[in-house]
């Protein structure tokens, strides 16, 4: 017990007493002028975090999982291109993956509103596209903020698939093609199962944070765009409505673990320990 | 079950080329260069059908990059592989049939024992009640039926190395290829995994190619042993031939331990070679099927149990030569005395002696004359060096392997 005191203060202190202030502020009575929020056991906040505010909570999820998709889709072949092809330069090309983390999140997002702005370089080839029109625009589109999702936490999903990858032996591909394996179905049967806690954290890594992004939207999307981020940043920010802000976070962070735990049944969370 | 026993083992040791139907995997000066390193180099030989054929040789010596050419992993630079009479020289290894059972196992280690060894007939289509009395069989074969269910990390080593085994040989490959297997075993398991490999070979009758480093290894199981040296293959015999007459001294050597003693071909009538012991005396030893050349230089051979003090009763004929000696060591070893002998020329011998040879009455620092029965010696067609004159290793277990390796 003794041993465990340091880890039970530290999640005391820094887990259990901000959800606890989260949960009781959730649970107050909505701040009007010159009055302060009392704690009311007041459930509104919550119904109307449903029923106010869906279509975010929607946008929230479908970005954050679109982003999760493009992430695997991009970042595993490239993980898998470092760590079979990588040879001496491994260390370099997995140092390039994180570089651009030396530059501020919100300034690498920013520089993205003026690659996809009106009159930066990509629009013009984007309108030449049949089933675009000439007014085409990529900024302040839902596809800017995935791809700013994308973007800004793909080097989540590489670094641990690229781990998962890393530690297989890959002369278990010699043994499946020398049981009679294509080297596609050595890959499907034997190198990616074995891969898939690296692309399960990967995604819990990119989904959780991008599920709660504003600044994505904030730079590259619009007023049509909006996810909860959003919303709970307005909440407490400019409206100052606490207790609705709470019951957002609350609701967001419950729907996550839920959708986590779904998810961890289906993948096996077991996995990660081997 | 049993196609090894239909036909008789000896006919295809003298001339494998000869077996009818023709030999399951043949190679054809197939040489393996790496960059500018020779790893094999004009490999050429046969082995027949239900045949276990052992590739012996030091580490580097070439064994495992010549196993890999036959499984796919390696094409060779020049020569040609091929499987039952047909090329196969740059066919993929998925095309091949032949399997293999890996040094580190290989086993699959999301998969369980069953869908372990039953990946190949699953590759190959075969239908699902069908893999699973062969599965079943093979697991029965390998005498691990009841851990089909069981996760690889959850066998010991020697039961992960059966499941390999069991893996590789369900698919029935033309040809099994094992690459140093027992390896990572201790001696113990490794003693019982060579007798259980013999069997299991007997009972599937499956030409099994074997690889190791280790000499002993390859003696117990084998039916047919190449021993490998920097890439070539010095000699291909059966274990009595290549332990009683080596073709080289490097074979001579690595096989248990010899004797070594320079020589020059003084004359050779019919099967009798005379030849200058460079002591002062003259021996009489076997051709072994050869003409030497008279004023060449030589090696004769003359394995520890063979060299008996003169005196002592000789098995095999009447005594070849004698050389003068000082007893150097004794030690007792259980069944044997190990004696060991400096010639006047500096060089170290080395004898086995029984009981029968009265070791009891030997002292060390003092004379003695050593003799050995005619047969007992062989005359290595190859010269070496004074200094490398004498025994070869100091000692039989595998620690000698290792410290040539």
């Given at each position: 017990?003794?041993?465990?005191?340091?880890?039970?203060?530290?999640?005391?202190?820094?887990f259990?007493?901000?959800?606890?202030?989260?949960?009781?502020?959730?649970?107050?009575?909505?701040?009007?002028?010159?009055?302060?929020?009392?704690?009311?056991?007041?459930?509104?906040n919550?119904?109307?975090a449903?029923?106010?505010?869906?279509?975010?909570?929607v946008?929230?999820?479908?970005?954050?999982?679109?982003?999760?998709?493009?992430?695997?889709?991009?970042?595993?072949?490239?993980?898998?291109?470092?760590?079979?092809?990588?040879?001496?330069?491994?260390?370099?090309?997995?140092?390039?993956?994180?570089?651009?983390?030396?530059i501020?999140?919100?300034?690498?997002t920013?520089?993205?509103?003026s690659?996809?702005?009106?009159?930066?370089?990509?629009?013009?080839?984007?309108r030449?596209?049949?089933?675009?029109?000439?007014?085409?625009r990529?900024?302040?589109?839902?596809?800017?903020?995935?791809?700013?999702l994308t973007?800004?936490f793909?080097?989540?999903?590489?670094?641990?698939?690229?781990?998962?990858?890393?530690?297989i032996?890959?002369?278990?591909?010699?043994?499946?093609?020398?049981l009679?394996?294509?080297?596609?179905h050595?890959?499907?049967?034997?190198v990616?199962p074995?891969?898939?806690?690296?692309?399960?954290?990967?995604?819990?890594?990119?989904?959780?944070?991008?599920?709660?992004?504003?600044?994505?939207?904030?730079?590259l999307g619009?007023?049509?765009?909006?996810?909860?981020?959003?919303?709970?940043?307005?909440?407490?920010?400019?409206?100052?409505d606490?207790?609705?802000?709470a019951?957002?976070?609350?609701?967001?962070?419950?729907?996550?673990?839920?959708?986590?735990?779904?998810?961890s049944?289906?993948?096996?969370?077991?996995?990660?320990?081997? | 079950?049993s196609?090894?026993?239909?036909?008789d083992p000896?006919s295809?040791?003298?001339?494998?080329?000869?077996?009818?139907?023709?030999?399951?995997?043949?190679l054809?000066?197939?040489?393996?260069?790496?960059?500018?390193?020779?790893?094999?180099?004009?490999?050429?030989?046969?082995?027949?059908?239900g045949?276990?054929?052992?590739?012996?040789?030091?580490?580097?010596?070439g064994?495992?990059?010549?196993?890999?050419?036959?499984?796919?992993?390696?094409?060779p630079?020049?020569?040609?592989?091929?499987?039952q009479?047909?090329d196969v020289?740059?066919?993929?290894?998925?095309?091949?049939?032949v399997?293999t059972?890996?040094q580190?196992?290989?086993?699959?280690?999301?998969?369980?024992?069953?869908?372990?060894?039953?990946?190949?007939?699953?590759?190959?289509?075969?239908?699902?009640?069908e893999?699973?009395?062969?599965?079943?069989?093979?697991?029965?074969?390998?005498?691990?039926?009841?851990?089909?269910?069981?996760?690889?990390?959850?066998?010991?080593g020697?039961?992960?190395?059966?499941?390999?085994?069991a893996?590789?040989?369900?698919?029935m490959?033309k040809?099994?290829?094992?690459?140093?297997?027992?390896?990572?075993?201790?001696?113990?398991?490794?003693?019982?995994?060579?007798?259980?490999?013999?069997?299991i070979?007997?009972?599937?009758?499956?030409?099994?190619?074997?690889?190791?480093?280790?000499?002993?290894?390859?003696?117990?199981?084998?039916?047919?042993?190449?021993v490998?040296?920097?890439?070539?293959?010095?000699?291909?015999?059966?274990?009595?031939?290549?332990y009683?007459?080596?073709?080289t001294?490097?074979?001579?050597?690595f096989?248990?331990?010899?004797?070594?003693?320079?020589?020059?071909?003084?004359?050779?009538?019919?099967?009798?070679?005379?030849?200058?012991?460079?002591?002062?005396?003259?021996?009489r030893?076997?051709?072994?099927?050869?003409?030497?050349?008279v004023?060449?230089?030589?090696?004769?051979m003359?394995?520890?149990?063979?060299?008996?003090?003169?005196?002592?009763?000789?098995?095999?004929?009447?005594?070849?030569g004698?050389?003068d000696?000082?007893?150097?060591?004794?030690?007792f070893?259980?069944?044997?005395v190990?004696?060991?002998?400096?010639?006047?020329?500096?060089?170290d011998?080395?004898?086995?002696?029984g009981?029968?040879?009265?070791p009891?009455?030997?002292?060390v620092?003092?004379?003695?004359t050593?003799t050995?029965?005619?047969?007992?010696?062989?005359l290595?067609?190859?010269?070496?060096?004074a200094d490398?004159?004498?025994?070869?290793?100091?000692?039989?277990d595998?620690?000698?392997?290792?410290?040539?390796?």
């Open positions: 017990m003794g041993m465990l005191s340091p880890g039970v203060i530290w999640l005391l202190l820094f259990l007493v901000p959800v606890l202030i989260l949960v009781k502020a959730s649970l107050s009575s909505t701040p009007r002028r010159f009055i302060p929020p009392t704690f009311s056991w007041d459930w509104s919550y119904t109307a449903f029923s106010q505010y869906q279509p975010q909570f946008r929230s999820f479908g970005y954050a999982g679109t982003a999760t998709i493009l992430a695997i889709l991009i970042g595993y072949p490239l993980a898998y291109w470092i760590a079979t092809q990588g040879g001496r330069f491994k260390n370099l090309l997995i140092g390039l993956v994180v570089v651009p983390f030396f501020s999140y919100l300034i690498r920013i520089a993205w509103t690659i996809l702005s009106d009159n930066g370089p990509f629009v013009g080839l984007y030449l596209l049949p089933w675009v029109g000439s007014d085409g990529l900024l302040a589109t839902p596809w800017a903020v995935i791809g700013g973007y800004n793909i080097s989540f999903m590489i670094l641990p698939i690229y781990v998962s990858l890393e530690k032996d890959f002369r278990l591909t010699e043994a499946a093609a020398d009679g394996s294509t080297a596609w050595a890959f499907r049967k034997v990616l074995l891969s898939m806690p690296g692309v399960f954290a990967g995604s819990l890594l990119v989904f959780i944070p991008a599920a709660g992004d504003y600044i994505n939207t904030y730079y619009s007023a049509k765009t909006t996810m909860i981020g959003t919303v709970v940043q307005d909440q407490f920010l400019k409206q100052q606490y207790p609705q802000a019951a957002l976070s609350m609701v967001l962070m419950v729907i996550i673990t839920t959708m986590v735990l779904i998810y049944k289906f993948l096996g969370t077991e996995g990660l320990a081997v | 079950m196609r090894s026993t239909d036909q000896g295809t040791l003298e001339d494998p080329g000869a077996v009818a139907g023709g030999p399951v995997v043949r054809e000066r197939v040489t393996k260069h790496f960059g500018d390193f020779v790893a094999v180099e004009e490999a050429d030989f046969d082995i027949a059908e045949e276990f054929f052992s590739m012996l040789g030091p580490s580097g010596c064994k495992t990059t010549t196993l890999r050419m036959i499984a796919g992993f390696e094409q630079t020049a020569g040609r592989i091929l499987l009479g047909r020289s740059r066919t993929p290894p998925h095309k091949r049939d399997n059972v890996f580190n196992y290989a086993l699959f280690p999301h998969m369980d024992v069953f869908d372990n060894v039953a990946f190949g007939l699953r590759n190959r289509k075969v239908k699902d009640a893999v699973r009395t062969r599965v079943h069989e093979m697991l029965e074969v390998v005498r691990l039926p009841e851990f089909a269910q069981r996760r690889p990390n959850q066998l010991s020697g039961q992960q190395q059966r499941i390999a085994l893996r590789a040989l369900v698919n490959p040809a099994l290829l094992l690459d140093e297997p027992l390896g990572a075993l201790d001696l113990k398991l490794r003693q019982v995994m060579q007798l259980e490999l013999k069997r070979q007997r009972d599937v009758g499956i030409t099994f190619i074997f690889v190791t480093h280790d000499q002993e290894e390859a003696l117990t199981m084998s039916d047919r042993i190449a490998m040296t920097q890439g070539r293959v010095d000699q291909i015999g059966t274990p009595t031939e290549i009683g007459h080596p073709a001294t490097f074979v001579a050597g096989i248990g331990t010899a004797n070594l003693l320079p020589v020059k071909v003084v004359s050779q009538t019919g099967d009798q070679v005379t030849v200058d012991s460079r002591l002062g005396n003259q021996f030893v076997p051709a072994g099927g050869r003409t030497h050349a004023g060449s230089d030589a090696t004769i003359i394995r520890p149990e063979r060299l008996v003090p003169a005196g002592a009763p000789l098995h095999g004929g009447e005594a070849a004698t050389i000696c000082t007893v150097t060591s004794l030690v070893q259980g069944p044997v190990r004696c060991q002998v400096q010639t006047s020329t500096g060089a011998l080395v004898a086995h002696l009981p029968e040879d009265d009891a009455s030997l002292a620092g003092s004379p003695i050593m050995w029965a005619y047969d007992g010696a062989y290595v067609p190859e010269a070496i060096d490398q004159a004498g025994v070869t290793s100091m000692d039989d595998e620690t000698a392997a290792v410290a040539v390796g």
